[in-house]
């Protein structure tokens, strides 16, 4: 077993974000991926809200934070984390490769996608089919949509989206709509948003330039985006020996990104809160590694 202070699990970009501020206050870390360095920034094609960059693209972003890391000469260890164990005061991460002992821990794992598995979906990914309302909400402005879901993340995405949209349909598969009662006050009272209830979505249409509709019971609805959030997984079953407290399928912390386990702390994504973006995540990186570099001095 290989001895460290702090494990970074994730190099997407919390975790990247978070090994260059411990690199620079002289902490020892082991910064781990389990798949591909970047996260999602290997998925981005188009990104126009990150500061200081105009107009980029994840994988301009990721070139960046990759000499970044070299420059720092700061290595990513690849290894798929299984579990995390408490030991005594710390804690042991169980990779497929290695195991290590460590007195912190920083989750930063991300979320997965939903499966895609409405017929289109696919095929028009990234050419109307969204989702994340923040990132591509501007691309259909007085446009008309539609947001696929039944939950507070579908119910949220909607409402920013009608502020934007001329019209948008909120199609839930199920007899009523779930989430918190104010977001569905809320979308309620939304007039440019129609709810349709018990509605199943059959396809996801388009032509060469991208969606141009959906099927739902039968009935296609004319639309130049779809937002389906019918969902997304979360990568934090790495957590489930040491249960920290959780807001749905995301983890609780504080200001510092501290957990309620002492030594454990979150960062980017996997974070229960409001804005879910690179800056954001970059953010919690840093701070996660600070509050995780003072805890490990202190001990
Ligand atoms: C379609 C879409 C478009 C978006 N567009 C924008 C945009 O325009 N602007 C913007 O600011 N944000 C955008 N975002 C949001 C942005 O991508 C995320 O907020 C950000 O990438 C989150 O970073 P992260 O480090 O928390 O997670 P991730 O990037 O998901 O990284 C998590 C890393 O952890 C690794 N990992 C997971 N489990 C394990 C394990 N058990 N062991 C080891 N490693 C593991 C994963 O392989 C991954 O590399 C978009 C998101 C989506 C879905």
Do not use: H, W
Not at 42 to 50: D, H, P, T, V, W
Not at 57 to 74: E, P, V, Y
Not at 133 to 146: E, P, S, Y
């Amino acid at each position: 077993m290989k001895k460290t202070d702090i494990v970074i699990i994730g190099a997407g970009m919390a975790g990247i974000s978070a090994a260059i501020y411990l690199k620079r206050a002289n902490a020892n870390f082991v910064l781990l991926e389990g798949n591909l360095a970047g996260g999602m920034l290997n998925k981005l094609k188009s990104i126009e809200n990150y500061p200081g960059m105009p107009k980029t693209t994840g994988s301009d972003i990721l070139i960046a934070l990759m000499d970044q890391l070299r420059f720092n000469k700061i290595d990513v260890t690849y290894g798929n984390v299984q579990t995390i164990l408490k030991e005594g005061d710390g804690f042991e991460v169980v990779t497929d490769v290695e195991s290590y002992d460590t007195k912190a821990v920083i989750v930063a794992t991300g979320v997965t996608q939903a499966v895609q598995t409405i017929p289109g979906e696919e095929k028009y990914a990234g050419s109307g089919v969204s989702y994340c309302a923040i990132c591509d909400g501007n691309f259909f402005k007085g446009a008309d949509v539609a947001v696929i879901g039944n939950n507070n993340i579908a119910l949220e995405e909607a409402i920013y989206l009608g502020n934007l949209a001329k019209k948008l349909y909120f199609i839930c598969p199920d007899e009523e709509l779930q989430g918190d009662k104010n977001l569905r006050e809320k979308l309620g009272n939304s007039a440019n948003i129609e709810v349709k209830l018990s509605s199943k979505v059959e396809e996801i249409v388009g032509d060469d330039f991208g969606v141009t509709g959906v099927k739902v019971n039968g009935e296609i609805l004319k639309v130049a985006g779809i937002f389906p959030y019918v969902g997304k997984k979360s990568t934090s079953m790495v957590l489930n020996n040491l249960k920290p407290e959780k807001q749905g399928i995301f983890i609780k912390v504080d200001e510092e990104c501290c957990t309620n386990i002492e030594g454990l702390f979150a960062a980017g994504d996997i974070v229960a809160k409001r804005l879910k973006q690179l800056v954001t995540a970059a953010g919690d990186g840093a701070t996660a590694a600070t509050a995780a570099d003072n805890y490990c001095k202190l001990k």
